[in-house]
């Protein structure tokens, strides 16, 4: 199989985790006998030192002449004093545009071995498997009217979704809903909010297509405790770009890190694959970034884009396996310095794992 792949590895840590996913799908694309390319181009801080813009014609054209986008993370701090439009975060956003993709896939995968890093306790987030469906081009992020009038002290920004954008988005839910546990939870403000009513509306319209699933609405400011008390009782949660911006943050309390948490963004003309975690400018450089999320995250490109659902488990199993061997990078290490490897020992030992099982997987097929 053949995929072209742009790589954005952006500020911070972006460009060490996406290094050490890269590892990973070579080591896939060898293994396989697939032809993976990487071509690199600049987006958000890298991008304005460079190019004066934090998304360059040219990188908007290498994505667009690609078959997935492999992103690591936009954000500096030295570019706060920027008005919105001209931050790093505005490539982010355009990007997610361009590319056109609408359906933001973020699971929430507990890990067994990572059980005492979460403040929840391990029976609690035993076996925990959430998706997210994240709705990523529209609402707040993107409404108009948008204002700071700083004269008159008053800022305006608008929530507005049409019933297209809803359908389109939770089609795509009710499906992967009918792939896993068959249960579809979606969450608003509807007390409240006229844009949440368009949602609900709209979700219970579609049940009838898909009988199997089992629709359930929370309000988001319950579903934020309901995700600590009980989150084993989730399965495939949707909800609009704001929402589903901070639940899946918060879902990172689950399986102990922000840093384990992968995304893929479908749905439009080339898939978008990023961690959810950000740039975190305060370690850049020093190795402690957890490259796991980015090496999931990759998984995700393997399953959803190179359509490889055996290498994708192949990874995710090789991750369970070096977290189930002790290793740990910083953020998940609870002090323990033994068990503490660097960004890069971390993704040469899910590279060794996998390399061995796919090593014991060829002997059998005897290829
Ligand atoms: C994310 C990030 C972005 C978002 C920021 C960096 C614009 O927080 O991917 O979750 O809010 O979508
Ligand atoms: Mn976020």
Redesign the pocket.
């Known amino acids: 199989m053949k995929l072209k792949i742009a790589v954005l590895a952006g500020d911070g840590i972006g460009p060490e985790v996406t290094r050490e996913a890269i590892q990973i799908l070579k080591a896939v694309a060898e293994f396989g006998g697939h032809d993976f390319t990487f071509t690199e181009a600049l987006l958000g801080g890298v991008a304005i030192t460079a190019e004066g813009t934090p998304i360059p014609k040219a990188t908007i054209a290498t994505c667009l002449d690609s078959d997935a986008v492999l992103l690591g993370a936009?954000?500096d701090n030295k570019f706060n004093h920027l008005t919105p439009d001209k931050r790093p975060?505005a490539g982010?956003?355009q990007i997610r545009q361009e590319l056109g993709g609408f359906a933001n896939l973020r699971p929430c995968l507990a890990f067994n071995a990572l059980s005492e890093n979460s403040p929840l306790r391990p029976e609690v987030t035993k076996d925990v498997d959430i998706l997210f469906v994240r709705e990523l081009l529209g609402g707040l992020?993107f409404g108009q009217p948008r204002w700071w009038n700083k004269e008159t002290g008053e800022a305006i920004n608008t929530m507005r979704y049409t019933k297209a954008e809803v359908v389109r988005v939770a089609r795509i839910a009710f499906e992967l809903a009918q792939k896993r546990r068959k249960k579809l939870t979606q969450v608003d403000k509807a007390n409240v909010l006229e844009c949440s009513q368009l949602w609900r509306a709209t979700v219970d319209e579609l049940k009838s297509d898909y009988p199997d699933v089992t629709v359930e609405h929370q309000l988001v400011d319950s579903m934020a405790i309901h995700l600590m008390n009980t989150p084993r009782h989730f399965d495939v949660v949707l909800t609009e770009n704001l929402f589903g911006?901070i639940l899946?943050?918060e879902s990172g309390v689950i399986t102990g890190s922000l840093g384990m948490l992968p995304s893929a963004t479908i749905g439009g003309k080339v898939n978008l694959y990023?961690p959810?975690h950000?740039s975190a400018p305060d370690i850049a450089g020093t190795g402690k970034a957890n490259p796991l999320g980015a090496i999931l995250t990759a998984a995700m490109v393997l399953r959803h884009s190179a359509k490889l659902e055996d290498a994708a488990l192949a990874v995710e199993a090789a991750v369970a396996e070096v977290l189930a061997a002790g290793h740990r990078t910083a953020d998940i290490a609870r002090g323990n310095a033994a068990a503490t490897v660097t960004t890069k020992q971390m993704g040469k030992l899910v590279h060794e794992a996998l390399a061995q099982s796919l090593d014991r997987e060829q002997s059998l097929h005897g290829v």
Request: aromatic share 8%; glycine share 16%; charged share 35%.
């Open positions: 936009v954000g975060e982010l956003l992020y911006d899946s943050d990023e959810v950000g």
